[in-house]
């Protein structure tokens, strides 16, 4: 499964867009701040992860060994995975 990085889709908009947690590789569940997409155990840390150096977040290689099994932007960088409705 191909991240596409879109935040528009031309059928459904910005409404079905997901995204994955800026810190680690999972679904996001949350945005905060107006910028910062969480996952529940990473917004459970938020004031910590918000300032955490991008140099101590976990390496994600590749779709392989990715628990989204697709290859993304670093981990600390957000990260749109498409249109939910059109993935289904």
């Known amino acids: 499964m191909p991240a596409s990085f ?11 867009i997901e995204f994955k947690c800026r810190f680690c590789c999972t679904l996001s569940l949350w ?3 107006g910028t910062t997409h ?3 155990p990473c917004h459970d ?3 910590e992860m918000k300032n955490k150096n991008k140099s101590l977040l976990k390496v994600c290689n590749n779709a392989d060994t990715c628990p989204l099994k697709i290859n993304h932007k670093p981990n600390g960088e957000e990260c749109a995975l498409g ?3 059109c993935r289904e």
């Not at 031309?10 to 079905?16: D, F, N, R």
């Open 38 to 40: 969480f996952c529940d």
């Open 31 to 33: 945005f905060c701040w």
């Open 6 to 16: 879109d935040t528009n889709c031309k059928e459904h908009g910005k409404e079905y």
């Open 45 to 47: 840390r938020a004031d």
């Open 83 to 85: 249109c939910a409705l």
